[in-house]
């Protein structure tokens, strides 16, 4: 059962970046998989890794259900049986000496991705198209030889007799005239057949050459064609891996993120571990945060050793005790949380990455409910400098792990869920469509009298033109009017830069700390790096207090025309005008 691949899609972003994206199906493991990737040819690199992997682990099930189809098919001699059972033992230790040593295997492994490797610099596959043998040519006629009137078979014998009978004489020399007559009719009859014969068999013997020397032609030109496509786009497919290789050593963050997943990609593990993540980076703060696939607890081996009963003619099964089984879950996961990160900091050439966070996801069914739900276990942020720093050939993993400050339960098979350290995500369901409103401004507009909705995205607009030079943007969120998050930036500047909550105050009267603390609070809840309050008045002493020595900047209205003159706008605040208008219910 193959892994079905859908169509390619395409899609455009706001900004006009063109992303690739194409689903895969495994009907037999139940995998789903949405791939994305701004280049097709790198698109379709990954789609055949990861086809490529379903359909190994696809045929890892269908080789285990034929060797239970086998084993119970009828008796067999007991050689053969106490043999497979021994295989299968071995074979049963060996997956537990692998999973104790997931880690120190990827020790011995330089995780670095090999951009040569990468490449297709294999041969057209298609042979030349062979030399036709050609039909032999018609051998020339053989002509017999001409008949001459001096030939001895036409001179006459003549005797006694004939010396003294003229017309015994004469007589025969007429025979033989006349046989010499009919023996060159004939001659030139049949020499005329052979040469006609001759030149019949030449031309049908040129016009089959002449035919399968064009069809030979044909095939070479459309052989060339197809070779000569296929160059083109294997050229195209390499330098695809090329321009990928500059992009990442000129550290541009879409690239890190396409390297991170190559790198996680080409770890190896056994065919019963999902193997599949999801991947953000802030290349501000040069952090990469890693939502993991982990196995279930019924996924890891059990069997410790296979017996074969005699007496039954079958094999008995022995297994590792809950305990055992248990604390085999935990080991691993541990194990499998530092080889993650060790992975990604050693391939981490171009110093990409200061930190990693690693949220290890275990989807499995909930014996409360009977459905399955998919929970984070393990949490762990870790340090570049810190983590290259330890031994990880001599550490218990989850001693390492609970150095590292990592966050999870005391027995992680119990798939009690914690909460991440970190989330990035830069899609949020918040956000809505901007339009532009610094370009309406002059003079005459006041600022403190504008309608709300229209005030939240200048601040927008505003802020978006300040990050722009850096990269930066500004996604503004629904309107609510309750006083949340009216607009985020994602700064890459590496001194402001990550996640900035932004809320807007149209207000004609100071603002209170508690709007200061409100967003202070916002900042924590949303995991960002900096909260912005901008209004069209003031604030007071409070609040200005309260945000000393914390992540927040307060912006007074004085504060925001300084912005917009910045850019090229222009606009007042009359606090008072407003005041009246809003009395006056206009």
Known sequence: MPTRIGEIITSTSARGNRTYSIELWHDGLKKHRLIRDGNCDVLRRKVDLQSSDWNDRWGAVVAQQQSISDRNAGKRRQDERKAMASERTAAAQKEFELLANILRHTLDIDDTIDWERLKDNSPFPEPRPRQPKLPTAPSPPVIQREPKPSDAVYTPAFGFLDQLFASRRDKKLSEKRALYESDYVAWATAKRGSEEAHISATQFHQAEVEQITSGHSAQLRKWEQRKTAFLIEQSAGNAAIDEKRRSYFAMIPEAILEYCDLVLASSEYPTYFPKEFDLDYDAASKTLIVDYALPAPEHLPRIKAVRYVATKDDFEEQYIS?????????????????????????????????????????????????????????????????????????????????????????????????????????????????????????????????????????????????????????????????????????????????????????????????????????????????????????????????????????????????????????????????????????
Request: with cysteine; proline share 3%.
């Open 322 to 586: 809950e305990s055992q089984s248990l604390k085999l879950f935990d080991d691993t996961i541990y194990q499998v949380v530092l080889r993650t990160v060790h992975e990604l900091f050693e391939a981490d050439s171009v110093h990409s990455l200061q930190t990693v966070v690693f949220n290890g996801i275990v989807t499995a069914i909930d014996r409360s409910k009977g459905t399955e739900c998919s929970t984070c276990i393990v949490s762990l942020r870790a340090n570049r400098e810190e983590f290259l720093a330890i031994h990880l050939a001599m550490v218990d993993p989850r001693t390492c792990f609970k150095s590292l400050k990592g966050v999870g339960s005391s027995k992680l098979s119990g798939l009690s869920p914690i909460a991440p350290i970190m989330q990035l995500r830069r899609e949020d369901a918040r956000f809505v469509s901007a339009y532009q409103v610094a370009d309406s401004l002059d003079g005459s507009v006041n600022l403190a009298a504008m309608d709300w909705e229209d005030f939240e995205h200048l601040i927008r607009e505003i802020f978006e033109k300040e990050f722009s030079s850096t990269g930066g943007e500004v996604r503004v969120t629904q309107a609510s009017r309750d006083g949340g998050v009216d607009a985020i930036a994602f700064d890459p500047d590496p001194i402001r830069g990550g996640k900035i909550v932004i809320q807007a105050k149209r207000y004609t009267n100071t603002v209170g700390v508690g709007a200061v603390r409100d967003l202070y609070g916002t900042v924590v809840n949303e995991g960002a790096t900096k909260g912005v309050l901008v209004t069209t008045s003031d604030f007071g002493p409070d609040s200005y207090s309260f945000a000393n020595g914390k992540p927040l900047v307060l912006l007074s209205g004085a504060n925001l025309l300084h912005m917009l003159e910045k850019h090229g706008h222009s606009a007042r605040i009359n606090i008072s005008e407003a005041k009246k208008l809003a009395n006056s219910g206009k």
